[in-house]
């Protein structure tokens, strides 16, 4: 499971990594970035195959648009690639409405001596990334609009395994526009969702302050002592 995450960089550096760009009323509604402690129910930017020449805010948690309270998308904030097909909360949006969600780290809590220790996971080389997500569009009863995601995880790889079982669905950079490319079939889409390789990762202990999701603060992503993980050994 992937509950908590990080993007600590702004909306012109997002533009220059991934060629989008941000609508004015979306930066000035919901100022989305830097955020160090991306939450589910919190509003994120993404990139959907219906626009991706834009960025657009969306909430985390999917909401699908048959769904009859909108509450459910507490429950729906990742979805497993394993099932995908056989998820009705899930298969339309594999195989019609995808998205990539940006991040620059991840959180993953383990538990040493009782207590539950919270882990940043970034890339080596501390660049943003993406992770393979699913949208949604729920309108109220009262016309209510509610565009949501979810983001798909993977088995661990072995690095991340040392602290959880499960990580988002990182892609390759040359793999971020196939994944929303509309004419791409969700089976071609499904090769793309695997562990990505622990060698390119890098994990460290963070504070406990990240547990509270009011806390968002630069402080919150940075390394305390404790244990780290990178090319996937123990160090």
Same mark, same amino acid.
């Given at each position: 499971?992937?509950?908590?995450?990080?993007?600590?960089?702004?909306?012109?550096?997002?533009?220059?990594?991934?060629?989008?760009?941000?609508?004015?009323?979306?930066?000035?509604?919901?100022? *989305? !970035?830097?955020?160090?402690?991306?939450?589910?129910?919190?509003?994120?930017? !993404?990139?959907?195959?219906?626009?991706?020449?834009?960025?657009?805010?969306?909430?985390?948690?999917?909401?699908?648009?048959?769904?009859?309270? *909108?509450d459910v998308g507490y429950k729906?904030?990742?979805?497993?690639?394993?099932?995908?097909?056989?998820?009705?909360?899930?298969?339309?949006?594999?195989?019609?409405?995808?998205?990539?969600? *940006?991040?620059?780290?991840?959180?993953?809590?383990?538990k040493i001596n009782k207590i539950k220790k919270p882990y940043r996971i970034v890339k080596s080389d501390k660049s943003i990334f993406s992770v393979a997500g699913l949208w949604d569009s729920w309108v109220g009863d009262g016309g209510e609009i509610i565009n949501s995601f979810t983001m798909v995880t993977v088995p661990a790889n072995s690095l991340v395994k040392k602290i959880h079982n499960r990580m988002p669905a990182i892609l390759f950079e040359d793999e971020e526009r196939i994944w929303i490319d509309k004419n791409i079939s969700h089976i071609e889409a499904r090769k793309l969702l695997k562990p990505f390789p622990s060698e390119l990762l890098y994990a460290y202990q963070v504070s406990l302050k990240v547990n509270n999701v009011r806390n968002n603060s630069a402080d919150l992503i940075k390394e305390i002592p404790g244990d780290k993980y990178y090319h996937g050994n123990l160090f």
């Open positions: 499971m992937c509950g908590r995450a990080s993007l600590t960089v702004n909306e012109k550096e997002l533009e220059d990594r991934f060629g989008s760009k941000f609508y004015t009323e979306d930066i000035e509604r919901y100022n *989305p !970035v830097p955020n160090y402690n991306l939450a589910p129910g919190q509003y994120f930017p !993404v990139i959907t195959n219906e626009n991706p020449a834009y960025f657009h805010v969306f909430l985390w948690g999917l909401v699908p648009f048959w769904a009859k309270d *909108p729906m904030i990742n979805a497993r690639a394993e099932t995908l097909e056989r998820n009705n909360a899930f298969k339309g949006a594999f195989f019609r409405r995808r998205c990539l969600v *940006p991040l620059d780290g991840f959180y993953e809590w383990k």
